[in-house]
């Protein structure tokens, strides 16, 4: 079974992720390349020169020199014991380095006593933030929980009206107020009345921002402690939201949003639409933190629950 941030998934649904993570990781898989797919295949005992070129392919696919470093000493010192007699050892051998990476990380939410379960989105105009909050609304409702959006960006107008639009898609309601209100304000009537209407799930659409901007740190901060009114652990989940196009200049948002903004969690959108999706297993390694959410698509239903074992036997398969 998949172990979701929501608990497991039943067995047909199971296989749509699978299948899914499959279809969204088709590009970084040729991207690693026929050279590497030479290699796996290889019924002789592995060696240097072998290894050299699988570092060549990861370091491709984005892993990051960090996690590739990493996991190359451990094949090294496989093959000194000689644990890596053909390719199918070394497919075997990368697979469970890569999952070990990614399930290190992963961490279990924090859920209040009593709800709301308060996420907080943050990152960069143009990664898909307000689009993550609506098709985050959108898997909640299908897994039977009640959700209410929160239009806490309030510098653009039109995130507001589009977030407005995907509430209406997922069937949520949403609370808003109007341009340029102060968010923290509009967070606190959102979770007056998730509270009052005992609603699962508040979702929090904040402003774009760069770590660098001081006056809107500081208005996070305080939406922050807006929060903790209502519940002492929230947000409950303080979530990244990265285009996985960026690649390395996505860690490295990443790494700074860290610092300064308290993320859980990473949502990678457009994992579909790049070469690059190794950035998982670099922000992992790099940034201890764990992928929580990947977008594989521009459907609604195009947002799922990171599994490491499925992403790893994706980027691995042939």
């Not at 570092?55 to 190359?72: H, K, Q, W």
């Not at 700074?256 to 790049?274: C, H, N, P, Q, R």
Request: glycine share 8%; with cysteine.
């Amino acid at each position: 079974m998949i172990q979701t941030l929501f608990g497991s998934l039943d067995q047909p649904e199971e296989k749509s992720v699978l299948q899914r993570m499959r279809d969204a990781m088709a590009r970084t898989r040729a991207g690693l390349g026929d050279r590497v797919e030479d290699l796996l295949a290889l019924t002789q005992p592995v060696d240097e020169q072998s290894l050299l070129t699988l570092e060549e392919s990861l370091i491709s696919a984005d892993l990051g020199v960090p996690t590739v470093t990493r996991i190359l000493d451990d094949l090294r010192q496989k093959l000194r014991r000689s644990e890596l007699q053909d390719g199918a050892a070394l497919k075997a051998a990368l697979q469970q380095d890569i999952e070990d990476i990614l399930t290190r990380v992963a961490s279990p939410s924090r859920f209040p006593k009593e709800p709301p379960f308060v996420f907080f989105l943050v990152g960069v105009n143009g990664t898909g933030k307000t689009t993550t909050a609506g098709k985050l609304a959108a898997y909640l409702r299908a897994q039977n929980k009640s959700v209410l959006l929160c239009a806490a960006d309030t510098f653009r107008a039109a995130a507001i009206e589009q977030l407005e639009t995907w509430s209406q898609r997922s069937g949520v309601d949403i609370i808003k107020g109007r341009s340029g209100a102060d968010p923290s304000a509009i967070l606190f009537d959102a979770l007056q009345a998730a509270r009052a209407r005992n609603i699962d799930y508040v979702i929090v659409d904040t402003a774009g921002r760069l770590h660098t901007k001081t006056g809107l740190m500081a208005e996070l901060e305080k939406m922050h402690r807006t929060a903790q009114r209502f519940s002492p652990n929230a947000p409950h989940e303080t979530l990244l939201v990265l285009d996985a196009v960026t690649g390395q200049n996505g860690l490295q948002q990443a790494r700074l949003f860290t610092e300064s903004a308290g993320i859980t969690g990473i949502v990678l959108t457009k994992l579909d639409g790049t070469a690059k999706g190794g950035i998982v297993v670099a922000i992992a390694q790099d940034l201890n933190l764990p992928v929580k959410f990947v977008g594989v698509g521009e459907k609604i239903d195009d947002l799922i629950p990171f599994d490491p074992k499925a992403f790893t036997a994706s980027l691995l398969s042939t």
